[in-house]
Structure formats: structure tokens, C-alpha cells
């Protein structure tokens, strides 16, 4: 009698079809997990000054902060745990994602860093809109020590752009500067940053940090 009753049971439509749905439900699972991760945003810290440098103040027009995106934090603040050299700094960097908002602003980001010969090939943009906003156009080779020349970087704000094709890049590896595939941290002096409109020639710095860019 239980034997008869048991085989009604497992020859059931309804059991036959609740078989089927758990078995769909569990390849639908699967596939999800095994899906693709969605793709990292792009982000960026990025820290601007124009002043005269070598050239005469008549000659520049500019001096100070051009323009900021995120923040580079303090590092001489040190770590929250000072004998734990893998502690969280006090004051860490706070780059920003793209289309996320910055001071008055919303920024935009767009980045590659793919290797190319020893090194990677850079090819970066990052923009703030707003009053206090500007845009930074990068583009270089940079090998991972060592000066990197002939960087293009281009600055603008409020119609003002200021263009050197034969900037320094340098790391900073107290800082943690460096160059991989998919980002950059470093610092470029721009010695003859040209803007042809004005006839203006100043000297750029910047510090900047692109990441999770293309690679």
C-alpha cells in the first residue's frame, strides 16, 4: 500500500511540474553567477596649479590653484595605526567617479592605460563642470620608473587653455605613485605651457590619478 501511494506521489503532474521549475530556477542561478561583473567606474583625483615659473609674471597672467577634482588628502598626516604600515591614512585620497558630483559641479572621466612596449600608453580626460570646474586632457607613454617626457597636457578654464607638448612626468613612491594596466597616480611639470589666444606662457603642475580606465 505505501509503495503504490509512494509511486502516485513521484508520477504526480504537480510534483513533475514543481521538479521542472526548481531545476529551471537553478540553471537560471547559475548562469546569473557565472554572468560577466559590470564594468568598474571610472574615477579621478586631480590637482592643477599655473603660475609664471621661469617666465616673466607679464608673460604668464596666472598664478595658484587652476583647478581641483577630488582630494589628494595628507599624507604627513600619517596612518590611523602608526605601526601598521597597511593602516588606512588619516587623511586618505578621495578621487570621484564619473558622473558623480564634485563642489558645484558634475564630473566626467574617460581613460585608457594599455601596455605598450615596456610600458603603457596613456590616454586620459577628466572634467568638472561648474564655476570652480576645468578640464585636463593627458596623453603619454610612461614607463614604470623613472622621468617620463614628451607628456601632452592640456589644462583649460573659463575659455582659457594652456597646452605643453613636452611635460615631465614623475612618481612619487613615498606617495604611492605608479603605473599599471588600467591606471595611473603621478605628477607632470609642464615647463612652457602655451596659450596662443592670449599670448600667455606660464608653467603648469598637476598631480593626478586616473583609475579603473580601460586597459
Given amino acids: 500500500m505505501f509503495r503504490r501511494h509512494q509511486l502516485a506521489i513521484r508520477n504526480s503532474p504537480t510534483l513533475r511540474f514543481i521538479s521542472v521549475a526548481l531545476v529551471g530556477g537553478l540553471v537560471a542561478a547559475s548562469a546569473n553567477g ?52 597597511e593602516s588606512p591614512l588619516k587623511d586618505p585620497v ?50 614604470k620608473t623613472g622621468d617620463q617626457p614628451g607628456i601632452i597636457v592640456a589644462l583649460t578654464r573659463r575659455g582659457e587653455t594652456f597646452t605643453d607638448t613636452n611635460c615631465v612626468a614623475r612618481f612619487d613612491t613615498v606617495l604611492g605613485h605608479a603605473v599599471a594596466a588600467g591606471r595611473v597616480w603621478a605628477q607632470v611639470e609642464c615647463p612652457n605651457a602655451e596659450n596662443p589666444g592670449a599670448q600667455k606662457v606660464c608653467e603648469s603642475k598637476a598631480q593626478f590619478r586616473f583609475e579603473n580606465c580601460a586597459q
Fill in 34 to 85: 557565472c554572468s560577466d561583473p559590470e564594468k568598474s567606474i571610472s574615477r579621478v583625483a586631480f590637482d592643477s596649479q599655473i603660475q609664471p615659473g621661469t617666465h616673466k609674471s607679464t608673460e604668464c597672467g596666472q598664478t595658484g590653484t587652476w583647478f581641483t577634482i577630488g582630494s589628494f588628502g595628507n599624507p604627513v598626516l600619517g596612518r590611523v595605526n602608526p605601526d601598521d604600515p
Fill in 94 to 143: 578621495v578621487p570621484i567617479d564619473d558622473g558623480a558630483a564634485d563642489q558645484q559641479g558634475t564630473v566626467a572621466v574617460s581613460c585608457s592605460v594599455t601596455p605598450e612596449g615596456e610600458g603603457f600608453k596613456v590616454a586620459a580626460h577628466a572634467e568638472l563642470s561648474g564655476a570652480t570646474g576645468g578640464a585636463v586632457t593627458l596623453q603619454g607613454h610612461f614607463n
